[in-house]
T-cell receptor, first 110, second 114 residues
Framework: KNEVEQSPQNLTAQEGEFITINCSYS?????LHWLQQHPGGGIVSLFM???GKKKHGRLIATINIQEKHSSLHITASHPRDSAVYIC????????????FGPGTSLSVIP | GAVVSQHPSWVICKSGTSVKIECRSL??????MFWYRQFPKQSLMLMAT?????????EQGVEKDKFLINHASLTLSTLTVTSAHPEDSSFYIC??????????FGPGTRLTVT
């Protein structure tokens, strides 16, 4: 079993839909990252969480430390949101080791 | 705005040549930077941890003589791929550690070796 898992693996949505991507992990963490990787490969850091909830524009990220689970929500999705979304956790016992999830490929159709 | 920059964003080189990739921390001084590699359709994998003023720590299976890392200042780390081969073609990403809880990722550099 992978230490960081994401669901769904692939997601296709209609423009305007509310989207949720889930991340679950099995290790103790000091922080969790949500990253966005565009088709050309460029990576954008979306959120860094250690507790609670963060919001930036149409994006919301939540984390439940006790349940070892995080969600990334996209409201009013747009075709430009099409990308791979990666969940990454920083292992508490080895703070400089980041474990990446497999990514969720999102395609938003106009 | 961006916290971490990488240069170049993409590079094509011939087999046998060396390529240098720069990672800069724009907003703060960083004693620790990380280099990751991502092959197509795979997750990012840690290659090495770069510490300012000391030798980098390489992950198992990463050749330190092939992937030279120099963290010469608190805002700059460089990764040099020496004698590049087509199998080195990959996406290289750096990350900067600001504190125990704050880590920022660069946009990445796509290397293609022909």
């Amino acid at each position: 079993k992978n230490e960081v898992e994401q669901s769904p693996q692939n997601l296709t949505a209609q423009e305007g839909e509310f989207i949720t991507i889930n991340c679950s992990y099995s290790v103790g963490i000091s922080a969790l990252h949500w990253l966005q990787q565009h088709p050309g490969g460029g990576i954008v850091s979306l959120f860094m969480l250690s507790s609670g909830k963060k919001k930036h524009g149409r994006l919301i990220a939540t984390i439940n430390i006790q349940e070892k689970h995080s969600s990334l929500h996209i409201t009013a999705s747009h075709p430009r949101d099409s990308a791979v979304y990666i969940c990454a956790v920083r292992n508490k016992t080895s703070y400089d080791k980041v474990i990446f999830g497999p990514g969720t490929s999102l395609s938003v159709i106009p | 705005g961006a916290v971490v920059s990488q240069h170049p964003s993409w590079v094509i080189c011939k087999s046998g040549t060396s390529v240098k990739i720069e990672c800069r921390s724009l907003d703060f001084q960083a004693t620790t930077m990380f280099w990751y590699r991502q092959f197509p359709k795979q997750s990012l994998m840690l290659m090495a941890t770069s510490n300012e003023g000391s030798k980098a720590t390489y992950e198992q299976g990463v050749e330190k003589d092939k992937f030279l890392i120099n963290h010469a200042s608190l805002t700059l780390s460089t990764l040099t791929v020496t004698s590049a081969h087509p199998e080195d073609s990959s996406f290289y990403i750096c990350s900067v550690l600001r504190s125990h809880y704050e880590q920022y990722f660069g946009p990445g550099t796509r290397l293609t070796v022909t």
